[in-house]
């Protein structure tokens, strides 16, 4: 009897050697981590912030914790106040209000943008996902294209209040809201809308519209699959878990606008294609 095959890990070049979380690239972006997830934490980001954690636990409603959430990421970071921070208005680059709302609006706005390259440049640093996309394919990490996202994210890092670290917070803030919203649940079945199957890198192709792709660092989704419709002649329906979840359009009310949109860590995903 032939043993089956142990299910695709991801490739040694589209990974990091280290990151910043208590799992390596090569279990969180395995098919195996998408199908048997575990939890996801970043160094030290409960334990620095431990206090907002206790608040938040004591809190019943999503509004009342994200109202909390957000006083505590000004607080903070200065972020009404950037002065206290140690910005002078008389810098010729002001970056004081570049903050994770903006670049969670810019992402929105343009997936291959500056802020959008911070974001992916956020998802290598914590997770040691290479990105495989921006602005065009990234296949070799000496060319142009790459080189262009590295100018990106360096120039939507340069000035700016602990960036970084307002998303190192934000996923946990959103980890902690999906364990409250959907406890007891591993996944969510989220929908994307494309047009070329051939932009995506398939790793093996099965029965019945089956794929096994290695997605970019972060890509966004939506819950419903009307509005995928709306993006591509060709749906992914995969089920993703919480954990790969950085952020989602009603996790702060009032503050993102999006097409019920989830903004989704990448790695090596099973998915169903269905073409319209």
Excluded at 51 to 72: I, K, N, V
Excluded at 155 to 179: I, K, S, V
Excluded at 222 to 240: H, K, M, Y
């Amino acid at each position: 009897m032939v043993s089956p095959s142990p299910p695709p890990t991801l490739p040694t070049w589209a990974r990091l050697p280290i990151n910043r979380c208590n799992l390596p690239a090569a279990i969180l972006g395995s098919l195996a981590y998408q199908r048997h997830p575990v939890p996801l934490k970043l160094d030290g980001v409960e334990d620095l912030h431990h206090r907002l954690f206790a608040r938040l636990h004591d809190m019943s409603t999503p509004g009342e914790r994200a109202r909390a959430f957000m006083t505590h990421m000004a607080a903070e970071f200065s972020l009404e106040h950037p002065e206290e921070a140690g910005f002078s208005p008389n810098w010729p680059y002001r970056r004081a209000r570049a903050n994770y709302l903006k670049v969670l609006r810019g992402w929105a706005f343009d997936a291959d943008g500056r802020e959008a390259a911070v974001l992916k440049g956020w998802v290598e640093s914590r997770f040691g996902l290479l990105p495989r996309h921006h602005g065009g394919p990234i296949r070799d990490f000496s060319g142009p294209t790459y080189r262009h996202y590295l100018e990106q994210r360096s120039g939507g890092l340069y000035n700016t209040n602990g960036l970084e670290a307002q998303l190192d917070l934000l996923y946990a803030y959103c980890q902690h809201e999906l364990a409250r919203q959907f406890a007891g649940v591993s996944h969510l079945t989220l929908y994307r809308g494309i047009n070329r199957m051939g932009d995506y890198e398939v790793i093996e192709a099965g029965e019945r519209g089956r794929r096994i792709l290695l997605l970019n660092s972060l890509n966004s989704f939506t819950d419903v699959r009307e509005r995928a419709c709306e993006f591509g002649d060709t749906i992914l329906e995969a089920r993703i878990p919480l954990t790969k979840i950085l952020v989602f359009q009603s996790l702060l009310p009032g503050k993102l606008k999006g097409e019920a949109e989830y903004a989704v860590i990448g790695g090596v995903h099973e998915v169903g294609c269905a073409v319209l």
